[in-house]
């Protein structure tokens, strides 16, 4: 995430955010960044995004978790960023713009579906097992009685979070998505997605092709042929009525 910012900035020095680049960001918070000075000019962005934050149930887990945290008084921990409001206004103004967005950064969304993943799995070994309270310790190579037996749990559970669909298996997960997202004159789009399972598909090729309407100057070429084009510069405007272009005629 601060690489990517220090790039950021480094583009923009050195003035490459021209339609002529194109850059491919590794991360996954390309919608937390501020693109105003590269939409505009027709840059060339394409990244993935581990949260669609246009999915229906993120939509709702994030609407709680806003909710939760301006009914608290919270920091804006959610986007990773430290705000200092020197007036009202200011926090008013970035309330309202938080609002908007409605998205959330990829390592607090993996630490949300991470909890309550831990949290699903310690529930259902509860049903079977009588958890005991025990001191642990990091000095002495003794496991927990029902770590196993959790570690299980965990690796069964399947669980649609903020990052997606989770599924397990050996200990990895193998069930998740990244969307590939393209930079637009208005906004960050969809432009197709990523699989461990189908690899990548896209959606929108055309988005990858299209011209736009850049500021460019156009080079035309001719060559002088006899009876094709005539050199104006040899001709005397004033005397001529009618001009023969083989085989058109102009008047």
């Not at 989770?166 to 200990?171: A, H, M």
């Not at 960050?188 to 896209?202: A, C, D, F, T």
């Not at 460019?216 to 001529?240: G, P, R």
Request: charged residues 25%; neutral net charge; glycine residues 4%.
């Amino acid at each position: 995430m601060i690489l990517s910012r220090l790039v950021y900035f480094k583009i923009l020095r050195l003035q490459m955010n021209e339609y002529k680049y194109h850059y491919l960001f590794t991360s996954f918070d390309i919608e937390l960044f501020d693109l105003e000075d590269f939409k505009y000019n027709f840059v060339n962005i394409t990244s993935y995004r581990l949260v669609d934050v246009n999915d229906v149930a993120v939509k709702e887990i994030l609407k709680d978790m806003e909710t939760f945290k301006y009914d608290n008084n919270l920091s804006d921990n959610t986007t990773r960023m430290n705000v200092d409001f020197k007036t009202h206004d200011e926090k008013s103004m970035f309330n309202e713009n938080y609002r908007k967005r409605r998205t959330i950064g990829t390592e607090p969304a993996l630490v949300f579906d991470s909890v309550n993943i831990f949290a699903v799995g310690l529930q259902t070994l509860e049903q079977s097992y009588t958890l005991r309270l025990k001191n642990m310790t990091c000095s002495e190579a003794e496991p927990w009685d029902g770590g196993l037996s959790l570690i299980n749990y965990i690796n069964s559970v399947e669980w649609r979070g903020l990052t997606g669909p989770i599924q397990f298996k050996e200990g990895r997960r193998i069930q998740f998505k990244l969307d590939l997202v393209k930079l637009k004159q208005h906004s960050i789009v969809k432009v197709g997605e990523w699989s461990p399972q189908s690899r990548l598909n896209i959606t929108e090729p055309s988005l990858f092709f299209e011209t736009g309407s850049m500021n460019v100057t156009l080079v035309v070429i001719t060559i002088l042929h006899a009876q094709k084009i005539l050199n104006f510069s040899k001709i005397c405007i004033q005397t001529f009525q009618d001009i023969l272009l083989e085989p058109f005629f102009y008047r």
